[in-house]
């Protein structure tokens, strides 16, 4: 019962700080505009990973066949899970469209994913 109460104040707190500090960040101009691109980025990758752990019962079901690497580790991007399983041919349909779509937006997308740490 904490772990759920813990929850319901992380997302209220969530919803009403960040994007609080996202503008603060961005208003303060202490990101420089080279900076900035690498700041979008991490975050990108925090809301990936937190993707992969909240929606990682769904993906399992609808991208991957039951025998290919799980989705739901906290400190791994949806990118990197999708990697893994296309380099095992474990991948369902909908889990090749999307990664064929991640693919054409950044070339080799879901390979470099794979490969990484994140």
């Known amino acids: 019962m904490l772990g759920f109460i813990l929850l319901i104040i992380s997302i209220l707190l969530a919803v009403i700080l960040l994007p609080v500090g996202w503008l603060y960040s961005l208003f303060t101009l202490r990101l420089s505009i080279k900076r900035l691109g690498a ?63 991640l693919n054409r937006i950044d070339k080799n997308h879901v390979e470099k994913a794979s490969k990484s740490d994140n």
């Open 39 to 101: 700041y979008f980025k991490t975050i990108a990758i925090s809301i990936d990973q937190l993707g992969n752990v909240v929606l990682s019962n769904l993906l399992n079901d609808v991208l991957i066949n039951k025998n290919g690497y799980k989705f739901g580790d906290e400190d791994e991007t949806i990118s990197k899970v999708l990697g893994i399983n296309k380099a095992n041919n474990t991948l369902l349909k909908t889990g090749k469209i999307i990664s064929s779509i």
